[in-house]
């Protein structure tokens, strides 16, 4: 296995920094540069919380220009896209909760309190399973799969795996803790997967690895 | 390494994140059950996927729409604390 490797370089200041600064100083061509790189991930992250295309383009415009009003109040500890996710989220749960007037609405309102997650399916996939699936096929299935997630789950993922921010950063993000960022993303994965393979599994059944070694399954 | 051991650490394990130490009994695990390896290599195949599909659409005249509103949001809000 590969060594891991910090993808940050140490002290130099990340390219956003001196994109802040100059919106500081009255310079909106520069918080038009910022809004050019985040906002396609701003409006993903927003869909995902809301399941809402109509919320996700409020959410987008209203956590942007909530971003620049409050731009003062940025300190720098954080990345500015760590702090826009921050707002970006918070914007997609208070639309929520417009929406469902009655009742609160949290980052934890459909996700099981039982700890842990055992997986039940060993069935290998086939090679390269997407390819058995044409396009717009093959994404209903990843959209439907990952809808079915609890929120909580689902956010985590998507932050981590796919928006690719750290696990401290995800956990900033969402106000969460470092353990319990790490317990929902474990668990969102395992589900994922678990759900994903009634599509892509090997329809005889068999572990290719098996067959690989020149075994039969071995049984638990 | 029994698999419950082995699975609690997945994360770490899909994610090269152990410690060093605990790297030939991770690896020695893996080469002797078939369905840990499955859900290693599966889950990776997992996030890898999601990685690589666009499963949220944000056409270019959305983008555009959207962008514009938000840059005369934030000039109304410039001039208004000029």
């Not at chain 1, 701003?42 to 809301?50: G, K, L, N, P, S």
Request: net charge neutral.
């Amino acid at each position: 296995m590969p060594p891991i490797q910090s993808t940050e370089v140490e002290n130099e200041p990340h390219p956003d920094v001196a994109l802040v600064e100059r919106v500081r100083g009255g310079d909106l061509s520069a918080y038009d540069t910022l809004v050019r790189k985040y906002e396609r991930q701003v409006f993903r992250i927003a869909q995902h919380i809301t399941q809402n295309r109509e919320d996700a383009e409020d959410v987008t415009q209203d956590a942007f220009l909530k971003a620049y009003e409050k731009l003062e109040q940025f300190q720098g500890n954080s990345k500015f896209y760590t702090w826009l996710v921050r707002i970006a989220v918070n914007e997609s749960l208070m639309r929520l909760r417009k929406r469902r007037t009655a009742k609160t609405v949290s980052m934890d309102d459909d996700i099981e309190t039982e700890e842990g997650f055992v997986p039940r399916d060993f069935a290998d996939w086939s090679p390269n399973p997407e390819q058995n699936y044409d396009n717009s096929e093959l994404t209903d299935i990843l959209r439907k799969t990952i809808q079915g997630l609890p929120r909580g789950f689902r956010v985590v993922f998507v932050l981590r795996d796919v928006e690719n921010l750290s696990t401290e950063e995800t956990a900033e993000a969402l106000g969460l803790s470092v353990p319990a960022v790490k317990s929902r993303l474990l668990r969102a994965r395992l589900q994922l997967r678990e759900r994903l393979s009634r599509y892509f599994r090997r329809p005889d059944g068999t572990l290719q690895l098996d067959a690989k070694r020149g075994k039969s399954p071995s049984g638990k | 390494m029994k698999c419950t051991e082995f699975l609690s650490m997945l994360d770490e394990v899909i994610d090269e994140t152990f410690a060093a130490e605990t790297r030939e009994r991770i690896e020695r695990h893996i080469h002797k059950c078939g369905h840990c390896e499955v859900v290693v290599n599966t889950t990776k195949q997992t996030i890898q996927i999601y990685q690589c599909h666009e499963i949220i659409e944000f056409p270019t005249t959305l983008r555009e729409r959207l962008h514009q509103s938000i840059m005369e949001r934030c000039a109304k809000v410039k001039r208004s604390l000029a």
